[in-house]
């Protein structure tokens, strides 16, 4: 009988520290070996030329949210399970809803099940909308020990967003609960403020939807919520950060010691405000919030990342069709750009552009790349080093990589549910032609054979990297987090 079910030889493995040639051994779905020459394997798939990447780790993602009135996003778990193995991605962190006037529990069971049906490994961040006592003494305690870790909030967004009382309770919250917490940074009363404004000056059309968010209003809220965070020394990351001034907010904070993170997204590296304003209606398909900036911003948020600030690249993966009555038209083909729901899909986009953009030219090291996409997102969810690593003990979780493949995006080559892609004849260099989950081959040159309901919850327990710093501003600590877990 042979040593290893799989070997995957002569490749250029990537660690995230360096890369080397070398054959890696998988047995039972983990990684037992790797070594000069693996030859004692039932299948081998030779990957000369190619880089050996660990599998993509999306660690923020919208995929079938269950709405209040029924229904869910068009994107099931199924459907993104092979958008994103297309893309070279094997493992994500998505939302559990919670909707106002309800509890999580039941959202957490039903969410569960759904996940269950797709072909990713999956975690979930908890969102909380409605922090009431019996949320959060009862229900939100219950969803971590079954090892939900990140408890993620909005300071905008009707109807989620939270006020700074409330923020501060999900804070205090998840410190006593070892939880990360994940925040949207916009500020809420002054979009409405500005939304309200246009809208009664006639500026209606998808542009104006940059307009009414504009980076000030993502600086403060950044700057707030980092503050309350330090008030309650509780570790937060800020998700999707789109501009320089929002960035160094948290430059800031870390020069101080505070563990606050940021996640930045392929959108903030590519789209721009003059996207929103293609002509008619087409606008629309580049509405994201934060909303796309420009060329100088794109440049400012690759020396964040450069600088480390800047440590994760997920995709917000939130994906409307163009057309139909779940779409980005659902409220009329002209809607208001208050009306017209916002997220893009990002996927199977979201290897290619960051490999392209950033390693093709020049822009970040293949290291960088590695732990970027990958190996950053899975050490602050607590999964590594099961995900996110290419180590011996590791789930065989790989991206095998044609580092000088020429491709241009299309929306069938995106793999997904819905009918466009923001990405449409971008030209990029570099693509994935197989994708591993646990040993097995879910994509090779595009065709995805991964049986859905093969998926597997990745629960989540106390880790170091979040802990309280057990800094206080005066010293005064109301709630003291456990001392050991
Ligand atoms: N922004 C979000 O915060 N969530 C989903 C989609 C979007 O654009
Ligand atoms: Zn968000
Ligand atoms: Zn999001």
Avoid at 127 to 144: G, L, N, W
Avoid at 379 to 405: F, H, N, Q, S
Avoid at 417 to 436: F, L, N
């Amino acid at each position: 009988m042979a040593g290893y079910d799989l070997a995957v030889r002569g490749g250029q493995v990537a660690t995230g520290f360096g890369t080397t040639r070398c054959d890696i051994g998988v047995k039972d779905g983990r990684i037992v070996a790797i070594a000069e020459r693996i030859t004692d394997a039932a299948r081998a798939i030779e990957a000369d030329g190619l880089l050996v990447l660990p599998g993509g780790v999306d660690s923020h993602c919208h995929i079938e949210e269950p709405q209040p009135g029924g229904g869910a996003n068009e994107e099931t778990f199924a459907t993104a399970s092979a958008a994103a193995f297309a893309g070279g991605t094997t493992s994500v962190v998505c939302f559990i809803p919670q909707w106002k006037g309800h509890g999580v529990w039941e959202r957490y069971v039903d969410y569960r099940a759904r996940a269950a049906r797709g072909m990713l490994d999956h975690s979930f961040h908890q969102i909380i909308s409605d922090p009431t006592d019996a949320v959060m003494e009862q229900e939100v305690p219950r969803v971590v020990a079954e090892g939900v870790r990140s408890l993620k909030v909005f300071l905008t967004y009707e109807p989620l967003h939270l006020d700074d009382a409330q923020y501060l309770r999900v804070l205090t919250k998840a410190r006593e609960l070892g939880c990360l917490v994940t925040v949207h940074c916009e500020n809420y009363a002054a979009i409405n403020w500005r939304t309200a404004e246009l809208l009664k000056h006639g500026m209606a059309a998808p542009k104006y939807h940059a307009w009414a968010r504009p980076p000030v209003v993502e600086r403060e809220a950044t700057h707030r919520a980092i503050a309350l965070a330090e008030l309650v020394d509780q570790p937060i990351q800020v998700f999707h950060v789109s501009c320089a001034e929002a960035a160094e907010e948290i430059a800031r904070a870390q020069a101080r010691g505070v563990k606050v993170w940021g996640e930045t997204c392929p959108q903030y590296v590519t789209l721009t405000a003059a996207d929103i304003d293609r002509p008619g209606f087409e606008g629309a398909k580049f509405m994201c919030s934060p909303a796309p900036r420009t060329r100088e911003e794109h440049a400012r948020i690759w020396e964040m990342i450069r600088r480390g600030t800047l440590d994760v690249i997920s995709s917000d993966h939130c994906a409307f069709s163009y057309e139909g009555d779940r779409g980005k038209r659902q409220n009329g083909a002209d809607a208001v750009f208050r009306d017209i729901p916002n997220g893009i899909p990002g996927f199977a986009a979201r290897l290619p552009i960051i490999f392209s953009e950033g390693v093709s030219k020049g822009r970040i090291s293949l290291d960088d790349f590695v732990r970027l996409t990958s190996t950053n997102p899975a050490r602050l969810m607590g999964l590594a080093p099961r995900k996110g690593m290419i180590a011996v003990g590791a789930d065989a979780d790989l991206a095998l990589w044609d580092p000088a493949k020429k491709v241009t995006l299309t929306n069938a080559l995106m793999q997904h549910a819905v009918d466009y892609t923001p990405y449409e004849g971008m030209e990029v260099t570099g693509w994935p032609v197989a994708t591993i989950r646990r040993g097995e081959v879910v994509m090779r040159d595009g065709k995805v054979q991964a049986e859905p309901g093969t998926g597997r919850f990745l629960p989540r327990g106390p880790y170091d990297l979040i802990r309280p710093r057990g800094i206080t501003p005066d010293g005064f600590d109301p709630a003291p987090p456990p001392a050991v877990r």
